[in-house]
């Protein structure tokens, strides 16, 4: 078995009498994309934040592979961040791509693949949910790390915008890119991942592809909700 893109073992994390994650033992593997997946207030994003290093767990640990160091190795997306709201669309994109030691053609390539053209001379600061989450993946794209932390990256999308975004997710692993995604709509999950990481209440329910989870929740067919629905 290849060497692990990310290992975490043992993380727990409270918050006061909360506890947000439970002793959660997961391992992304390479060039996968693994969902984590589960409702509001799971801990989804606390565990994002954890492998990121925002935040630092009560116990346990986030091992990168070969070791290395997490600004190397990873990037995170967070949910409602707003970088440089008064610069226009296509001065962004040129900004990150300058700042991540992109060629000059990569602001161009994302905004292409992200369908930003129509709104490349407006300013961050004045776009619709939609366009404004597709300049966020924009941005993860054009940085240089091989693992993505994206934090739901479908909110604010239309159905077709979804669509889109999942097929180009899903030639990144083609390109040397590993994807840890948080999700809580299960069929987007189900579109997009190779693998879930199911989650509720901080602890982990269960890990695999659908047919290993139908067999974890002792279904004989299902999708996502059933094998959710069977673990709690
Ligand atoms: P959502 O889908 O709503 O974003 P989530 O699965 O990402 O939810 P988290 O945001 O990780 O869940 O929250 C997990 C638990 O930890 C929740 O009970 C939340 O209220 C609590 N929590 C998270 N951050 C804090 C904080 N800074 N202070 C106190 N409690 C927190």
């Known amino acids: 078995m290849a060497t692990p893109a990310l290992s975490v073992s043992g993380l727990t994390r409270r918050y006061g009498a909360v506890t947000a994650l439970a002793g959660i033992d997961l391992e992304v593997r390479p060039h996968e994309i693994l969902g984590l997946i589960g409702p509001n207030g799971a801990g989804k994003t606390t565990l994002m934040a954890c492998i990121a290093g925002l935040e630092v767990p ?66 961050a600061g004045t776009l619709s949910k939609g366009y404004r989450r ?52 299960l069929k987007d999950a189900e579109r997009v991942c190779d693998r879930f990481a199911l989650l509720a209440e901080g602890r982990l ?16 067919e299902g999708g996502l909700e059933e094998v959710f629905l069977a673990l709690t």
Not at 209 to 219: M, S
């Open 58 to 123: 009560d116990q346990g640990q986030v091992q990168t592979a070969n070791g290395a160091a997490r600004r190397d190795a990873l990037f995170y997306l967070p949910d409602g961040v707003h970088p440089y709201p008064e610069l226009r669309v296509a001065a962004l994109l040129a900004l990150f791509a300058a700042a991540f030691g992109q060629g000059s053609d990569a602001a161009r390539r994302v905004e292409a693949a992200l369908g930003l053209a129509p709104v490349r001379a407006k300013l």
């Open 205 to 220: 329910l269960g890990v695999g592809n659908l047919p290993e989870l139908l067999v974890q929740a002792g279904l004989s």
């Open 134 to 185: 597709r300049l966020l993946l924009a941005v993860a794209l054009l940085a240089p790390q091989p693992l993505l932390l994206l934090d739901e990256p479908f909110d604010g999308l239309d159905l077709h915008q979804v669509r889109s975004v999942v097929a180009l997710l899903r030639r990144l692993p083609a390109a040397g890119r590993t994807l840890l995604l948080s999700i809580h709509q």
